[in-house]
């Protein structure tokens, strides 16, 4: 309970900070490439060795911001019929996963009911069971 408080107090806090940046951003705007460019590079590193792994991390890294960017494009792009599909599509695959718990919570329970109901016959019957 003490760990507790203080874990959700830091990522409700976090949760709203970034909710921030993200509605005044517009999630159009990656300060963190600025960054990246410019004060990624470690001038430190004396071996080839690793100014070449150091350089393929940054470049890694800002493949993975324009990709990023490229799907949020692709995402704001999508039509109405491609959007109802998709909410379809979500929602078939969640019924399917709810239908498959409710199941398995049904033979859970059947099947722990067979397991108990000889033991309550033989109870019931007034034999003493050690």
């Known amino acids: 309970m003490t760990c507790s ?3 959700t107090w830091s990522f409700l806090s976090r ?6 940046h993200t509605w005044l951003t517009g999630n159009r705007f990656s300060g963190n490439t600025c960054n990246k460019v410019f004060c990624g590079w470690d001038f430190c590193v004396q071996d080839p060795q690793a100014a070449l792994l150091k350089h393929s991390f940054i470049r890694n890294e800002l493949k993975m ?8 494009l692709r995402v704001s792009q999508r039509t109405l019929q491609q959007r109802v599909l998709l909410y379809l599509l979500r929602a078939a695959v969640n019924s399917l996963v709810l239908l498959l718990l409710c199941g398995s919570f049904v033979l859970i329970y059947y099947a722990s009911e067979t397991a108990t ?3 309550e ?10």
């Open 5 to 7: 408080q203080p874990c």
């Open 15 to 20: 949760t709203v900070v970034s909710y921030k």
């Open 65 to 72: 911001d324009l990709e990023e960017q490229r799907f949020r």
């Open 117 to 119: 109901s000889p033991l």
């Open 121 to 130: 016959q033989v109870r019931g019957l007034g034999f003493c069971l050690q």
